[in-house]
């Protein structure tokens, strides 16, 4: 038994996302990512004497949403706080958060555990904040350059309860996270850039315990495979420390994603005071009961809830569910395609397989395939009725379809002589022809040769040009053989 | 020399253009350079909107204050124009915006002639706290003109502008007007939008006039009262006509009696007996109330301003703008010695003071337990405004002292005993000059009223005038 069997992690994440709203948090400022260094920054953004912050009410709107879909309490009566420290990118001296009211508590977020089993992740709080500005260190050689465009930026920060185990589940947690905001068009959810990062809580203790060990914080993680590998050395780093004797200090550290390790920043002496008080500059929010049920009338679906829906009224496996649901763009599609036909394993094999790997050759996304998906629906359909084979459709149809997007599956199987054979009499005209043809061969069928079926089937099917049923080929085929 | 907006008016309606009576503002400021109101003199821009104001009036377009010509503290901002809130660390900074309050004024042609003098970010009652020297008390130049808006009082008392805006965070208006003899009116908290105005305690600044006459105080503030989208404490009450008129019928009047154990100067309280009697006399009803928070106001006044302002001037940090400390290496460095060389006493003093309040291990012995009083304090007073229409007391317990007499931070602190009161509620108060002087040096009488009811402040204010001057 290794000595990491004798511990048990303990893991909350703090994810901060980045709300795609047009404007910032506190002002009429563009919020937009990739901008020229501050061009998108009036006197607010800029701190300058005098200003003062007026509410993005689109803000409340999206944590209300995120709330909801994570069934949270949502507070009826909330102020800002001001948490202040000095930094070159935070023009105020202070940043806009909530501190003793955040719009959200409670609620939950169901994650795949390492066994493939589901679990509930608590989520402690979730507030709404202002993101700070951007120092940049590596453009100028001397000076560190300070880029205000991201200063106001509304953010959620979204804090789990200690309940996740294992780096595994944390990258799970993660990935539920970003599909949930993507699902809810509040945040792109992208860590690359930064619209969401995440700070890792990680302690260890003896399995069973019921104290916590001391707890450090990880910073500086850029994806979610990182965060998992940051969790996984520190977990690690903690057992040695403990194994050897040593006591683990409360700090935060940063992650060096190339060394694949964790270093020291800052220890729980050296931190802030932050001196939170209420925000006078802002009046405190109400949200009330008829607000919450406006926010609910247009909540889009959720993954899980597809996903249930997926498995248990569609009757499709887990995993066609998993895949269809990742992503909402797709699930969007396929619950299109589904509107045309009632074959949904069919449907689903037709979106997971041909349309995605078209997309993946183009690398393209979903919203950007040319097939309407009423059009994917109707293929399966006439694939379902026998008039395409499976292999023309693939094959044949579904190029001609990409070609065409205006022109239903149908018509063009029919200009393009796709429409395949289920006729009995004229299929029966080409087995004779066939058999006609070859006459040795057929002998040697009576002669118990039966394997031979294929040989004359694939001659049918180069007589027919392709067209004939192979299933109803193939059966009328070994009959009149048979009989022979 | 004009002494009020109705001067100015019947100079307009004699031929005179509006770019000859600011020629006039702009000799008498020259002539009165030693008071050191001024802090710049916006003789340029002045000139040139005096003249479009002229052009406006030749085509009966101009606005309400067409001929004003006003003075703002040197805490509101006014675009492409110096404000530096008389501190070092503001020292040449330029506002790329208009403070709202301000361009309504301008929005009715009024002229903006300079800015004025105060105490360093609004902190102070004597104007002795400027980082670009004091201003002299144009009653008695030996005497402050009060404080923090100084420069605008005494502007507007020696007649450099019509009309002086200032600000009034915990009586920073009405106590220079009592000590120059000028009214002064510190709004509803939320009737005039703080946009644009440096703060000093966001959650007490208001702007407001100073003027020669109860009319003109009315008519500036009316124009600048109302709801403003840039900022979300503004109220969106409806602002009515605010021209004083004489009340009908006969008033209830409270007034506090500790107001009176205090020590207050002899004289002043004399005289504010004295005028009780006399409205007592003419049939009004004026009550004495028990109001045993007076010890409290004070701390709780400096426990709460100091903790927003701490967080406020926050933005000062030599990293954005304003002054930077050329011997600061790195940072860490250039946050401390920006702040330490470019912050004046006082103004440390109460940073560090709001940082302490709000520390960890402090917050719920001090701010916490302040806010909770301010809570009980509100709702107090508007018990006794509910029996009254307003609320009667000296605009300060002294005349204007000398310069330099006052160097106890405490002592100073208490100049502000009667004012507070309205900042920490958030009600209204005008301070209105006694006819009487105290060995040549005026004092006024204050009036605190009920939420957004300015219209009566100033109609109240009508009535008293008969009695006091």
Redesign the interface.
């Given at each position: 038994m290794s000595v990491n069997n004798k511990y048990e992690a303990v893991i909350g994440l703090e994810v901060h996302a980045q709300m795609l709203t047009k404007t910032k948090a506190y002002s009429n400022d563009i919020n937009e990512y990739g901008a020229n260094p501050n061009t998108n920054v009036s006197?607010i953004s800029?701190?300058?004497?005098?200003?003062?912050?007026?509410?993005n009410k689109k803000t409340i709107e999206y944590a209300i949403r995120l709330g909801l879909a994570c069934e949270s309490n949502i507070a009826p009566y909330q102020y800002f706080a001001?948490k202040?420290y000095?930094y070159?990118d935070l023009?105020?001296?202070?940043q806009i958060t909530q501190d003793k009211t955040p719009i959200c508590t409670g609620g939950h977020i169901f994650i795949k555990t390492d066994d493939g089993n589901e679990k509930e992740i608590g989520i402690t709080r979730i507030h709404m904040e202002e993101d700070a500005g951007k120092s940049i260190h590596d453009v100028d050689v001397y000076d560190?350059l300070?880029d205000l465009n991201r200063a106001g930026t509304p953010l959620l920060e979204i804090v789990s309860e200690p309940d996740l185990k294992t780096s595994q589940e944390a990258y799970n947690y993660l990935t539920e996270v970003r599909k949930l905001l993507r699902y809810l068009d509040i945040c792109d959810g992208n860590m690359e850039e930064g619209s969401m990062r995440c700070d890792a809580n990680v302690s260890v203790m003896l399995k069973g315990s019921k104290v916590f060990g001391t707890k450090v914080e990880v910073k500086n993680m850029n994806s979610i495979r990182n965060v998992q590998r940051a969790i996984e050395f520190e977990i690690s780093r903690q057992i040695e420390q403990i194994e050897k004797g040593e006591a683990i200090a409360q700090e935060t550290r940063g992650f060096d994603a190339l060394k694949g390790i964790t270093i020291s920043q800052r220890t729980k002496e050296a931190a802030n005071?932050y001196?939170?008080?209420p925000e006078?500059?802002?009046?405190p929010i109400t949200v009330s009961k008829e607000q919450i049920e406006t926010v609910r009338e247009t909540m889009p679906a959720l993954p899980r809830d597809l996903f249930f829906k997926y498995i248990n009224e569609l009757g499709l496996s887990s995993y066609d569910a998993q895949v269809l649901t990742d992503t909402k763009s797709i699930a969007l599609y396929f619950e299109e395609v589904i509107q045309t036909t009632k074959n949904y394993k069919g449907a689903a094999n037709f979106v997971m397989g041909d349309v995605k790997s078209f997309l993946n050759n183009r690398s393209i996304e979903i919203e950007d395939f040319p097939i309407p998906a009423k059009h994917i629906g109707l293929l399966v359909n006439i694939i379902d009725e026998g008039k395409v084979s499976t292999s023309a459709a693939s094959q044949k149809l579904f190029p001609l379809m990409v070609e065409n997007p205006a022109v239903e599956p149908l018509t063009l199987a029919e200009q393009n002589n796709l429409i395949q054979e289920s006729d009995e009499n004229s299929l029966i005209t080409y087995i004779q022809q066939v058999i006609n043809e070859n006459p040795v061969e057929t002998e040697r069928y009576k002669n118990g040769e039966k394997q031979l079926l294929g040989l004359f089937m694939g001659k049918l099917m180069k007589v027919s040009g392709g067209k004939a049923d192979p299933k109803l080929a193939n059966q009328l085929l070994r009959t009149t053989l048979d009989n022979l | 020399m004009y002494k009020n907006f109705a001067e100015v008016k019947s100079a307009l309606a004699s031929g005179r253009r509006v770019v000859d009576i600011l020629e006039d503002y702009l000799k008498r400021i020259e002539s009165k350079k030693q008071l050191n109101a001024f802090l710049e003199v916006f003789s340029e821009s002045a000139r040139q909107r005096a003249k479009e104001v002229d052009a406006k009036i030749a085509d009966g377009t101009a606005g309400r204050l067409a001929g004003m010509i006003i003075g703002i503290k040197d805490?509101?901002?006014y675009k492409n124009h110096k404000?530096s809130?008389s501190s070092k660390i503001?020292e040449n900074?330029e506002?790329?915006?208009t403070?709202t309050a301000l361009q309504r004024l301008i929005d009715e042609d009024a002229v903006i002639i300079g800015r004025l003098n105060c105490d360093e970010f609004a902190m102070g009652s004597s104007n002795e706290n400027s980082a670009f020297g004091n201003v002299l008390n144009p009653l008695n130049e030996d005497c402050v003109p009060g404080g923090s808006s100084g420069g605008s009082a005494a502007a507007v008392a020696a007649n450099l502008c019509t009309v002086a805006l200032g600000s009034d965070t915990g009586g920073s208006i009405r106590q220079p007007a009592s000590f120059t003899g000028t009214y002064g009116i510190k709004p509803t908290y939320g009737r005039i939008s703080?946009?644009?105005?440096?703060?000093y305690?966001?959650?007490f600044d208001q702007i407001g006039a100073f003027a020669n006459d109860l009319e003109d105080t009315a008519l500036v503030t009316e124009i600048m009262a109302g709801a403003d989208?840039?900022?979300?404490?503004s109220s969106r009450e409806e602002v009515t006509d605010y021209t004083p008129v004489l009340p009908a019928g006969k008033l209830k009047i409270a007034y506090i009696k500790e107001c009176l154990e205090i020590g207050v100067n002899a004289h002043i309280k004399e005289a504010f007996l004295k005028l009780i009697e006399e409205l007592k006399a003419d049939g009004h009803e004026v009550t004495e109330v028990s109001f045993p928070y007076l010890d409290y106001m004070v701390p709780m006044y400096y426990v709460l301003t100091t903790?927003?302002a701490?967080?406020n001037?926050?933005?000062?940090?030599g990293?954005?703008?304003g002054y930077r400390s050329p011997n600061a290496q790195g940072?860490e460095e250039t946050?401390k010695k920006s702040r330490s060389e470019g912050f004046g006493a006082e103004v440390k003093r109460r940073i560090m003071t709001g940082?302490f309040v709000?520390?960890?291990g402090y917050?719920d012995a001090y701010?916490s337990k302040a806010q909770k009083v301010r809570r009980v304090l509100q709702e107090k007073t508007n018990e006794i405004l509910a029996q009254a229409d307003f609320i009667i007391s000296p605009a300060s317990p002294n005349v204007a002292f000398k310069r330099g007499a006052i160097s106890e931070p405490i002592e100073m602190y208490l100049q502000d005993i009667y004012t507070v009161h309205a900042n920490l509620t958030g009600h209204p108060a005008i301070a209105i000059p006694h006819g009487q002087k105290i060995d040549g040096l005026p004092f006024a009488v204050q009036l605190m009223g009920k939420f957004f009811k300015e219209k009566e402040l100033f109609d109240y204010s009508k009535l008293l005038e008969k009695y006091i001057q």
């Amino acid at each position: 038994m290794s000595v990491n069997n004798k511990y048990e992690a303990v893991i909350g994440l703090e994810v901060h996302a980045q709300m795609l709203t047009k404007t910032k948090a506190y002002s009429n400022d563009i919020n937009e990512y990739g901008a020229n260094p501050n061009t998108n920054v009036s006197v607010i953004s800029l701190g300058h004497p005098g200003t003062l912050p007026v509410m993005n009410k689109k803000t409340i709107e999206y944590a209300i949403r995120l709330g909801l879909a994570c069934e949270s309490n949502i507070a009826p009566y909330q102020y800002f706080a001001r948490k202040n420290y000095f930094y070159p990118d935070l023009p105020k001296g202070y940043q806009i958060t909530q501190d003793k009211t955040p719009i959200c508590t409670g609620g939950h977020i169901f994650i795949k555990t390492d066994d493939g089993n589901e679990k509930e992740i608590g989520i402690t709080r979730i507030h709404m904040e202002e993101d700070a500005g951007k120092s940049i260190h590596d453009v100028d050689v001397y000076d560190t350059l300070v880029d205000l465009n991201r200063a106001g930026t509304p953010l959620l920060e979204i804090v789990s309860e200690p309940d996740l185990k294992t780096s595994q589940e944390a990258y799970n947690y993660l990935t539920e996270v970003r599909k949930l905001l993507r699902y809810l068009d509040i945040c792109d959810g992208n860590m690359e850039e930064g619209s969401m990062r995440c700070d890792a809580n990680v302690s260890v203790m003896l399995k069973g315990s019921k104290v916590f060990g001391t707890k450090v914080e990880v910073k500086n993680m850029n994806s979610i495979r990182n965060v998992q590998r940051a969790i996984e050395f520190e977990i690690s780093r903690q057992i040695e420390q403990i194994e050897k004797g040593e006591a683990i200090a409360q700090e935060t550290r940063g992650f060096d994603a190339l060394k694949g390790i964790t270093i020291s920043q800052r220890t729980k002496e050296a931190a802030n005071d932050y001196r939170y008080f209420p925000e006078p500059d802002l009046q405190p929010i109400t949200v009330s009961k008829e607000q919450i049920e406006t926010v609910r009338e247009t909540m889009p679906a959720l993954p899980r809830d597809l996903f249930f829906k997926y498995i248990n009224e569609l009757g499709l496996s887990s995993y066609d569910a998993q895949v269809l649901t990742d992503t909402k763009s797709i699930a969007l599609y396929f619950e299109e395609v589904i509107q045309t036909t009632k074959n949904y394993k069919g449907a689903a094999n037709f979106v997971m397989g041909d349309v995605k790997s078209f997309l993946n050759n183009r690398s393209i996304e979903i919203e950007d395939f040319p097939i309407p998906a009423k059009h994917i629906g109707l293929l399966v359909n006439i694939i379902d009725e026998g008039k395409v084979s499976t292999s023309a459709a693939s094959q044949k149809l579904f190029p001609l379809m990409v070609e065409n997007p205006a022109v239903e599956p149908l018509t063009l199987a029919e200009q393009n002589n796709l429409i395949q054979e289920s006729d009995e009499n004229s299929l029966i005209t080409y087995i004779q022809q066939v058999i006609n043809e070859n006459p040795v061969e057929t002998e040697r069928y009576k002669n118990g040769e039966k394997q031979l079926l294929g040989l004359f089937m694939g001659k049918l099917m180069k007589v027919s040009g392709g067209k004939a049923d192979p299933k109803l080929a193939n059966q009328l085929l070994r009959t009149t053989l048979d009989n022979l | 020399m004009y002494k009020n907006f109705a001067e100015v008016k019947s100079a307009l309606a004699s031929g005179r253009r509006v770019v000859d009576i600011l020629e006039d503002y702009l000799k008498r400021i020259e002539s009165k350079k030693q008071l050191n109101a001024f802090l710049e003199v916006f003789s340029e821009s002045a000139r040139q909107r005096a003249k479009e104001v002229d052009a406006k009036i030749a085509d009966g377009t101009a606005g309400r204050l067409a001929g004003m010509i006003i003075g703002i503290k040197d805490n509101i901002c006014y675009k492409n124009h110096k404000v530096s809130a008389s501190s070092k660390i503001l020292e040449n900074f330029e506002s790329l915006y208009t403070a709202t309050a301000l361009q309504r004024l301008i929005d009715e042609d009024a002229v903006i002639i300079g800015r004025l003098n105060c105490d360093e970010f609004a902190m102070g009652s004597s104007n002795e706290n400027s980082a670009f020297g004091n201003v002299l008390n144009p009653l008695n130049e030996d005497c402050v003109p009060g404080g923090s808006s100084g420069g605008s009082a005494a502007a507007v008392a020696a007649n450099l502008c019509t009309v002086a805006l200032g600000s009034d965070t915990g009586g920073s208006i009405r106590q220079p007007a009592s000590f120059t003899g000028t009214y002064g009116i510190k709004p509803t908290y939320g009737r005039i939008s703080r946009y644009g105005l440096i703060a000093y305690a966001s959650s007490f600044d208001q702007i407001g006039a100073f003027a020669n006459d109860l009319e003109d105080t009315a008519l500036v503030t009316e124009i600048m009262a109302g709801a403003d989208e840039m900022d979300s404490t503004s109220s969106r009450e409806e602002v009515t006509d605010y021209t004083p008129v004489l009340p009908a019928g006969k008033l209830k009047i409270a007034y506090i009696k500790e107001c009176l154990e205090i020590g207050v100067n002899a004289h002043i309280k004399e005289a504010f007996l004295k005028l009780i009697e006399e409205l007592k006399a003419d049939g009004h009803e004026v009550t004495e109330v028990s109001f045993p928070y007076l010890d409290y106001m004070v701390p709780m006044y400096y426990v709460l301003t100091t903790a927003e302002a701490s967080s406020n001037l926050s933005r000062f940090d030599g990293v954005h703008y304003g002054y930077r400390s050329p011997n600061a290496q790195g940072t860490e460095e250039t946050y401390k010695k920006s702040r330490s060389e470019g912050f004046g006493a006082e103004v440390k003093r109460r940073i560090m003071t709001g940082t302490f309040v709000l520390s960890h291990g402090y917050y719920d012995a001090y701010y916490s337990k302040a806010q909770k009083v301010r809570r009980v304090l509100q709702e107090k007073t508007n018990e006794i405004l509910a029996q009254a229409d307003f609320i009667i007391s000296p605009a300060s317990p002294n005349v204007a002292f000398k310069r330099g007499a006052i160097s106890e931070p405490i002592e100073m602190y208490l100049q502000d005993i009667y004012t507070v009161h309205a900042n920490l509620t958030g009600h209204p108060a005008i301070a209105i000059p006694h006819g009487q002087k105290i060995d040549g040096l005026p004092f006024a009488v204050q009036l605190m009223g009920k939420f957004f009811k300015e219209k009566e402040l100033f109609d109240y204010s009508k009535l008293l005038e008969k009695y006091i001057q």
